[in-house]
């Protein structure tokens, strides 16, 4: 099969980008594919011996079947978890999509089947006074599949993201439904309201899971639709 690349973009911070992104590299693995998964930047890291390490990056790093080191994955990571453009503006250092970019596209040359970029919060996260971190996709032209965190409000939150991910000469080419509140009321007229606009597939749905991990997330997920 070509190489299929794609952007995960959350409807919001917690959406369940990270669960979602470990659970397709699992499918992915599950089907023999060759599969990646990028952080190029993350807000929120623990100091270990190693250097800074974020939870998230090591879960995605842990998730693929292409071995790649800890710098290759998340290859700008910042202590506070706090808005990338501020942590990076408290440790002296400046961040802009050029070079967030550059830094994905040397990780996505190694020969793998399926790769995915995790954005950070939702669409529009800053990285600087000019450019938001949607910049990457746009500057790596990835196809986006868009988790949305099932919650109250989610209808609003996920429709505008679409709108932006349009707005920016992209494509939303499936969704996920991540339930991340068990009891959001009306959950099958919220997901059949989200079904009747949105034009991608929907591609799964997690329920609420008490111990969330990719193995479990990955038996709710079919990327058939995007990979044919």
Not at 88 to 97: E, F, H, T, V
Not at 201 to 217: N, R
């Amino acid at each position: 099969m070509a190489k299929q690349n794609f952007f995960i973009a959350g409807t919001d911070t917690d959406a369940g980008k990270t669960l979602v992104s470990t659970g397709i590299l699992e499918w992915g693995n599950r089907q023999g594919l060759r599969t990646i998964g990028l952080k190029p930047v993350a807000a929120g890291c623990d100091e270990t011996a190693e250097g800074l390490r974020n939870s998230d990056a090591l879960l995605l790093q842990a998730s693929a079947s292409v071995e790649l080191s800890y710098d290759q994955v998340n290859p700008v990571a910042l202590l506070p978890p706090i808005a990338p453009h501020i942590a990076a503006a408290q440790a002296g250092r400046s961040l802009s999509a050029d070079r967030l970019a550059a830094l994905c596209r040397g990780s996505m040359m190694k020969p793998a089947d399926l790769l995915l970029v995790e954005g950070a919060g939702g669409w529009r996260v800053p990285l600087n006074e000019r450019e938001m971190l949607s910049g990457v996709p746009r500057l790596l032209n990835l196809p986006v599949i868009l988790v949305v965190g099932m919650k109250l409000g989610c209808l609003n939150h996920a429709l505008l993201t679409a709108e932006a991910i349009a707005r920016d000469g992209l494509r939303v080419a499936g969704w996920v439904a991540n339930r991340i509140d068990p009891d959001m009321s009306c959950y099958a007229e919220n997901l059949a309201t989200l079904e009747g606009f949105f034009r991608a597939p929907l591609l799964g749905e997690i329920p609420h899971l008490a111990e969330p991990t990719a193995a479990v997330a990955a038996d709710y997920l079919d990327l058939r639709p995007l990979l044919n």
